[in-house]
């Protein structure tokens, strides 16, 4: 007979079986013979994608585990039995099936119930809940013969119902009882957002509603009847009202009971039985009850690590989620509610688009301390590093709200987090960690996988590991994998030479022939500023305008406020007094805020979106084209007045600055690109601060190039010297060219240039001297690009069906009537938040 002692778990969930897990690394198995009990009939399954069920993924396609891994690891497993009794001065457990074990530590996962109110008539057979496989069989039964489902609850778990019925072919409703969705996790304005985004899906939000009985219904089974009179009728109702911790338990065996219910635990996860002990969602510590895995496993790893006499504590556990709800992405960071004492907001809706972000600082506005992302969530892994490592934000707390949207790339780097940063929640992986799995071989994200577990809970932090990962490989002179995304395994270099050479035409046939998938926010524009960049296609067209970031949908730059700023064109900032005449016109009758830009052209805001193709067709009439202010693509030729007025200027300047942005006006690049003349080296444009520099002198043009201002400024470097004017556009031509075809996403000519093999040199080689055989090629693609070009506001203007689009909301020509200005300096601005009593910009209506 074994001299080991005896350790029973009792439940087999997702936190069971973490705790068996580390109990096995711990080597547990050495003092204790281990016997796990699980109540249901299968061992441990992926619960958090319990959903995927519904898509075809079978019980196996979930399944975390395997009777064999139970048995290489010598575990006794009892499926499809529960412990009903707990004896604790004998210590022994008593199961359902009336078998007496003997225990020496006892370890409870039994995670916890659906709770369902006392409604009248909820207990009919037609009524659901959604937490097991099981659930999930009897739901799909009764889906069959049902035409409508509904959803008591609007959180988190009920949206995921929501969208099995939908997916089950039914007309889905949601009922929540609280004004907005998934109030624990989102403020009033992001859930209005994800409302109305869900409502865009075919699922219908009725909040603000009780339901008091569920009778029989005369259109359909069910009848579900509202306080307030109203009623809803359904074929089938899902319970998710909330979640109670399994702590049946306590009761007959005197166990202590938090507060909130949930079996009482210290800081070791010791019940206050010091032979018991209790993890995830059956646990309460100090009170609280966590209803997500990630606090569950780290329980699972401490009560393994006291087991083992590694004593580990539990200190709570950040409360993030990211999630995709409907097709909706939806996240929420530390106290997204602002509930902190001094916390102070800021917030930011782009309706159209469907955008909500809220970030939660403290008094002092330097430090994160909690957010929340609707209908985009891609700044979530950075705001989460900010929020869980307390780590400094950068001075202007509001920037981070905005970068990232118009596809800039803003916020923290990999290479900022210390190397204690937790980046993986759900299995408790720091920077450091996976710095460590890379020095010990760890070559691939699935590498990663294997031996560090990160990526593999939630999936949230996914975008950060793979990012710390490729920066340590590169430090450590390994090739990196560079696909765009997980739809294209190219870089965005690779994606432009084929669809030039197959001469692709629609992001259909490139990803057909190239992709994998339905395409997301990185590819889809990618390859729309290729097609445009290659063919200059236009970019609303039929098959392009769905790609398009929010400011080239609307041909427009969005503004803090949600409304727009028209820029027309004004090459080398020469401009008739006529026309300055329409601008000021313009700018009178749809009370435009007006302002000088800094490259030389005149900005007019405050457009709202059904003002634009108005104002457009003034402008169009008067003789301007659009200034593709919005773009990723040529913006300003800026210049001084050169040799016409000055009197220290050797060349045409004006006429110079003419020439270059009428010939490059519209062409689409990796990122955008500002050019600038000066007619002598005093530099009154400011030339070195450009992508394209020109500056005259006695021997002709000098041509710089790389350089830019923004966040990181960099001084261009000089290209050529003395080159007459015909000479300066071919360098350019090429230069350009050869950038758009080997540029990589967002990179500007300035990173493009630092990556360059070679550097300068090997540029100047590639240009000037045509060491690669290909300038002619570069000049000729330049020359179609020019000989295409139209002015895109032209087009749409013309165009009824495009202009469709062009409306506040989606079932309405009414302007929003939630926005608020004021007067300053005699001109109109948007009014700060303390000026207006609604802050948020327009939400999108959505028809009943
Ligand atoms: C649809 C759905 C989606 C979710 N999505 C997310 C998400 O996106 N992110 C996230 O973090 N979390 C999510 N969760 C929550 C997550 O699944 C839970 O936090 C996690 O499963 C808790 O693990 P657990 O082991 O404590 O409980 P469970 O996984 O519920 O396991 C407990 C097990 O114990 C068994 N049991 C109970 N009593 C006994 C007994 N007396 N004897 C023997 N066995 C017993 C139960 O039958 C069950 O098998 C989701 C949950 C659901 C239902
Ligand atoms: S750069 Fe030279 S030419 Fe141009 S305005 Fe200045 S001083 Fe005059
Ligand atoms: S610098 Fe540019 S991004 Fe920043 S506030 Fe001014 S205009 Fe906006």
Redesign the pocket.
Known sequence: MSDKKTLLV???????QHFLEAAVEAGLGERYDITV????PRPAYD??R??EYFSGVGAEGLSLTTMEWFADNDITTCMGV???AIDRDGRRVTLSDGSVMHYDRLVL????YAFVPPIEGIDRPECFV??TIEDLDAIIAAGGAARSGAVLGGG??GL?AANALKNLGLDAHVIQFASTLMEVQLDGDGGRMLESKIGDLGVKVRTNSNTRAIVDGDDHRLRLEFADGGHLETDLVVVSTGIRP?DE?CEACGLERGERGGFAVDDQCRTSDPAIYA????AAWNGRVF????P?YEMARVAAGALADEPRTFAGADMS?K?KLLGVDVASIGDSLGRTAGAQTYAFTDGPAGIYRRIVVNAEGNRLLGAVLVGDTEPYSNWLQYCINDMPLPDQPEGLLISGVDGEAGGLSAGALPDTAQVCSCHNVSKGGICNAVDDGATTLGDLKACTKATTG?GGCTQLVTQILNMELESRGVAVDRSLCEHFPYTRQELYHLVRVEEHQTFESVLEKHGKGLGCDVCKPTVGSILASCWNAYVLGDDTAQLQDTNDYYLANMQKNGTYSVVPRVPGGEITPEKLIVLGEVAKKYDLYTKITGGQRIDLFGATVEQLPEIWRELIDAGFETGQAYGKSVRTVKSCVGSTWCRYGLLDSVGMSLRIENRYKGLRAPHKLKFAVSGCTRECAEAQSKDVGVIATENGWNLYVCGNGGMRPRHADLFATGLDNDALIQAIDRFLMFYIRTGDRLQRTSVWLENLEGGLDYLREVVLEDSLGIAAQLESEMRDVVDTYECEWKRTVEDPERLRRFRSFVNSDRTDPSLRFTRERGQRRPADADEQVVQSIPLVEVSA
Do not use: F, W
């Open positions: 009792a439940g087999n969930g997702m936190v069971g009990i699980g109540e249901e619960r958090v319990l959903s529960k412990v009903d996962a039994t995670g916890s959604y937490r988190l778990l995921e399994r338990l993890i995830g969602e059956c209803g997500l895995v990630a569950g989620t999630l939630c």
